[in-house]
């Protein structure tokens, strides 16, 4: 194959052999060299004085600040916070003729003022639940025969155990359950507690940074007793106020609320102390934010899983020495209040950025101020081509430009 | 005006040219000139093994360690924690010779053992209330005729729906509400349940670092069954006991018991996890901090705006078929558990300290331990001044000082 | 004592005066020098063209993306999340003779929803309880006379007020309290709803990152109202499904269903969005983890403190005008819903690896790409021995290797 190249080979051969050898020789250098920038040592004592004070302050700031009073590896602290709800207002129904109001008693959930509840705008009541057996509701557990119901199951999207019996009036099996079986297939529109536009939402909020020792509350020096009992929330004219209307929490949030009224949804109020504590305590105080979270119209939340939000609750009650229930389908606005601290404080990276400070501030001493500064700059700085006559410049990371 | 200066402006002229100059050759050099150190490229077998070798463990430590053990871009660990709390104790009143005993079925909301919760230190009761009209409390909705009171209107502040009746006994308008109306301007003193001072508090607090998969209660390895029976905290003798009295953790918050039992109030119970996670895992154990949120006597709250704690809850029951609910106005203690995570990793920074300490090490080797160490401070040091006999100092960040 | 010894307190001082100079020269060199590394000052104009582009580059992208958008101080956002539980099945117990069904609104507790709830496995019921006095349980209140039961007093762990006798028949002391005194001393084994184990629970999740603007839910794209009414969730197969078997996640954390549901016990479900917002935002997608929190039985928690989970629960209702109550004690499995989020946004360290970024390449232009490259690494390097044909390497933190 080789015929007639017979150098071919050998050249080949030299190539990989050279080729070979510089692979060699540049390991053998990568293992065997070292190289370390050239020092120009400058005993001027002028400049060495500057120097070291300028690293003996640098020092004493990273000992001092960060390591002791800041403990070194904490840079934010975790905020310790505590939020208190109170809603006001009234509610009115008149449903079949009868009359209900509705206070905060009995449309907060839960009601001990948690940082997260429902208030409920819309229900189902089913009044008189027994525990006895009753057909299911026409619609999901339709049967044919006995066969179809087996008895002693439990559907899990069911009311309740199977007796085994086909109901004829209604196509369904016979359950054991609560009965009568509520029947939620119909939502009352318009919602039923529509004046719950008009409640109102008091938040108190109370955040310390143990770190730092400062505690803070939305209730700041502005807001005292008659502020509060006369203001209302407004993005604003009063954000401080921290009594919010309901239906303005809504609107604020995107939503529209006979819309989430209606069916329920989520929204989240965000309490949000950005505090640069470098400043007096007083100008940290807090910001409403209002957000969607489920049932959002923004979304095609309609095309999509699971809309609104509601949930089941009960009241329990004896007759005529009977264990009876109302069962209650609510149908709420869901807040969940959400506090986010952010503290600024003025922390310079340790590691590298502080340290070259002492150099950068030494240099400039060295090169720009110090009579002998031609000298230095012929000491530190070699030249590699001549063009025009020169001044230097020492660029770090931002160009700082210096004529002279 | 120049009459008498001719070369003035001229002379003017000309450092105007010449400083047009200077800036013209400054910014040309800026952009056509880069400096870089000089470096002293040192063929030493020595040198160059011992600063290869380190330079490849930094390279492991940094790849093996920082990106695929610690995921690189993470340095703490948000923490998954649970909290269990469980309170004992009897309260006893004695109200217009009624006795009654509250256990905790009855003293705590919400009842499931949340880590937010309210502890009832004093009430007010309202009995017997059904749907129907009556006037509302003499005080702030006061009416002299009819038309002060608008059928049909809910207020915000009220208890009900107006009928447009304004009562004459009282001088209030009557409303359609849960009747009678509660009367809350006179809050019991002493507080009701004084006895919840001796109440005890269970805490359970589980925590795990998914990340560096730990897992740690605050049962500690010491804190068995048998100590459990027994203990009770105390932040110096056991400040691992679980267990802790109502009266000593609101003394510890920096309240008064007898005054934050009549209008109630707020303490956060932080659970501190400072972990440093080197050591043995059973070193790592929580710590208990009290912070006073609401009602904080040190604050001027009285003269400021929301003071106490305290929510409306309900139970329903049916008399004679009638529905009708026992109203409670519960003043209480809301204790809030808040569990923060520190996990302390000893993570050099990647970027530059870690790289350096190659460079560190080899500049020793070479300036200090090397027999031809003379030769090479030569090289690698340009001497600009002579004062005294010399010997050399290698300065970094911490001025490292060596006498040869 | 230095008789025979001339010479060696004077070599003795001579060597201390050496010394002690040696130190005051060292202190007054470490003042009064300062080194700072020598430079090349390349004078080419391609060179300083490049590095000075790159350098604004870098510039840019310092103030502009980090200090303008990102903010600066701030790499990971903090994320408003909301989660709402819903959870769908039906228990059946049967119970001397009487038979009940269990639906959501009777096991759950709190009803709304809420991210923490407790699902009820396992209970003990006290029907009728009043106001009055009985005897307390015998065990641990045991006593002998009259004397053993102070009149008034309200033990920590008692169940009332003692009135002073002590009962015969039972050697314990007489109570005022809600009577008869629950008997909790054996619990149901096997535990009354089993059932339970049939149970799903429905998470919805919302997670919003204010900075970035990002809305996510756990209902992803392909996540519809058709796939969630029939899904399951499955670690592998159904990852995203989020609905979710109890019996599964009660495996899934490592228990044992009928183990946990007789005493009860707390698990964590972590919603786990870790999201490089580089990418699609689509492809942000949820994680569920499992993680046993009490009663995990890897521990030896039976020889430890405290086993299981369950709290008190009492229905309130009138009977005969007699206040009564129903106390439920619940054992039952605390579900928490804990989500994490971390956003992944690839950030320069700022400080100095950025910054070095334009050295670096343009150390390279000038070692390697330039025709006069030999020149100018005759320029930079100064070579201390030769030792073979050389060539350079340039090495920084990762050795860079190039053949030439």
Redesign the interface.
């Known amino acids: 194959m080789y015929e007639s190249g017979v150098e071919r080979p050998s050249s080949l051969w030299v190539s990989q052999q050279k080729m070979k050898n ?2 060699t ?2 390991l ?18 002028r ?3 500057v ?2 004070l300028i ?1 003996l302050l ?2 004493a700031y990273i000992i001092g600040w960060v390591f002791i009073y800041e403990k070194g ?2 840079s934010t602290d ?1 905020a ?3 939020v ?1 709800t ?1 809603m ?5 129904t008149k449903v079949d003729g009868r ?3 509705w ?4 449309y907060v ?10 208030v409920m705008t819309n229900y189902i009541i089913t009044e008189g639940q027994m ?1 006895k057996t009753c057909p299911e509701l026409p619609g999901k557990h339709n049967c044919s025969s006995h066969a179809d119901c087996e008895g002693g199951k ?8 199977m007796t085994g019996m086909c109901v004829n009036e209604t196509h369904t099996c016979e ?4 009965c009568p079986i509520e029947d939620d297939r119909k939502i009352p529109d318009p919602p039923l507690l529509m ?1 719950a536009e ?3 939402l ?1 938040i ?1 909020n ?1 955040i ?1 940074f ?1 770190l730092f020792g400062v ?1 803070r ?1 939305n ?1 700041v020096e502005s ?3 008659k ?2 009992s006369q203001c209302l929330y407004d993005p604003k004219d009063s954000p401080l106020c921290p009594i919010f209307r309901l239906g303005d929490i809504v609107n604020l949030s995107g939503f529209n609320f006979s819309t989430i009224a209606r069916e329920g949804g ?1 929204i ?1 109020i ?1 309490v949000d102390w950005t505090c640069n504590l470098d400043l007096d305590v007083k100008k940290c105080k807090p910001k409403y ?1 209002f ?1 969607g ?2 049932g959002n119209p923004n ?1 095609t939340d309609k ?4 809309v609104g ?1 509601n ?9 005529d ?1 009977k264990e ?4 209650l389908k ?1 149908f709420g606005i ?1 807040i ?1 209040i ?1 506090v ?1 601290s ?1 503290v ?1 404080i003025p922390k310079c ?1 340790t ?3 502080v ?1 070259g400070i002492a ?1 950068v501030v ?2 400039l001493v ?1 090169l720009y101020l110090l009579p002998k500064r031609e ?2 700059k012929n ?15 020492n ?5 700082q ?3 002279n």
Chains 1, 2, 3 share one sequence.
């Open positions: 510089q692979i020789n540049a053998s250098n990568f293992f065997f060299e070292y190289e370390t920038p050239r020092q120009v040592l400058v005993r001027n004592r400049v060495g004085v120097c070291r690293q640098v020092l590896y904490q975790t310790v916070s505590s208190f109170k006001k207002g009234v509610g009115y009359e209900s109001v206070d905060v008693a009995d959930f839960p009601p001990q003022g948690d940082s997260s509840f429902v525990m439990l559907k899990r999207t069911g009311h309740g155990q359950v054991l359950a609560w004046s008009n409640y109102t008091f108190k109370s310390t143990p505690t509350s209730l807001v005292d007793a502020y509060i989520a989240g965000v934010n957000h979270l489920y979304e095309a999509r899983a699971s939000y949930f089941r609750y009960a009241k329990h009650y004896m007759e020495s009876k229930r109302t069962l609510v869901r969940d959400i986010q952010l600024i990276t590691d590298s950025s340290c150099t030494c240099d060295l000298f230095y000491m530190k700085f070699k030249y590699t081509e001549t063009h025009e006559e020169s001044f230097i410049l660029t770090r990371c931002f160009p430009q210096e004529l």
